[in-house]
């Protein structure tokens, strides 16, 4: 028998299982730090601040991206959650009080998929004969969410900014191992696009996907960032000085 929503994993019907919400943040979060550390780095670099100007700054953005991607992902999830559990409490409602008008909605929804008369009848008379079902049922057919529990917010967050740190590693190592700020760039860069182009491979793998478009697809967003990087580094660099 199907539990009311209350344990520590849920997914939407036709979107997510609780592994592929993991696997969404984790690229999700990989991605950000990636793109968002190394779009500093170069525009830090670009702009003639120094390894250790580069390296703090790029600490910085890596923390503030952290912080802010992992708790979004927290107040998400908690907000999801509240979702479910209302249109669960809504449905349990009118199951209690108007059986009749969900009862012909379950069989209307049985007659749109194909069922004859008599057996949207006969398949609605059983699952009436428990709550837990037919409210599945509803929440399924009627909202396209199937719930099998709750996402921990907790782990949302911590898989996201485990992610972000992951992501913002690729960008900012060279700097830390290579003293001469134009080599160390090169090297970010290098790094980056390398990471970018796994973690589209890694995206296309769990969706099935063609492997090498979807690292290109990776590559050309972290490419954009870098570009823009640059430019905004020299434009402010100018102005600054």
Do not use: C
Request: proline content about 3%; cysteine-free.
């Amino acid at each position: 028998m199907a539990a009311e929503p209350a344990s520590n994993a849920s997914h939407e019907a036709g979107t997510h299982t609780p592994g592929a919400r993991s696997i969404r943040e984790i690229v999700f979060g990989v991605n950000d730090g990636l793109v968002s550390v190394t779009t500093l780095v170069v525009a830090v670099a670009a702009s003639g601040l120094s390894s250790k100007g580069v390296v703090l700054s790029a600490l910085a953005a890596t923390t503030a991206a952290t912080v802010s991607m992992g708790l979004g992902a927290y107040l998400s999830t908690q907000a999801q959650n509240e979702y479910f559990q209302s249109e669960w409490a809504r449905e349990m409602r009118e199951v209690d009080e108007v059986p009749d008008e969900e009862r012909r909605e379950v069989e209307g929804i049985l007659r749109q998929k194909g069922f004859p008369h008599d057996e949207a009848e006969q398949f609605t008379r059983r699952l009436m004969q428990n709550k837990h079902h037919w409210v599945d049922f509803m929440m399924k057919e009627e909202l396209g969410i199937i719930v099998e529990g709750l996402d921990s917010p907790w782990t949302s967050a911590g898989i996201m900014a485990l992610a972000v740190i992951a992501g913002s590693l690729a960008p900012v190592l060279p700097f830390l191992v290579v003293h001469v700020p134009a080599m160390a760039l090169r090297w970010a860069i290098g790094l980056a696009m390398a990471t970018a182009f796994l973690l589209g491979t890694l995206k296309a793998t769990v969706a099935k996907g063609v492997w090498w478009q979807s690292g290109l697809q990776f590559i050309l967003v972290a490419a954009i960032g870098i570009v823009l990087g640059i430019l905004a580094g020299q434009l402010f660099g100018h102005l600054i000085t």
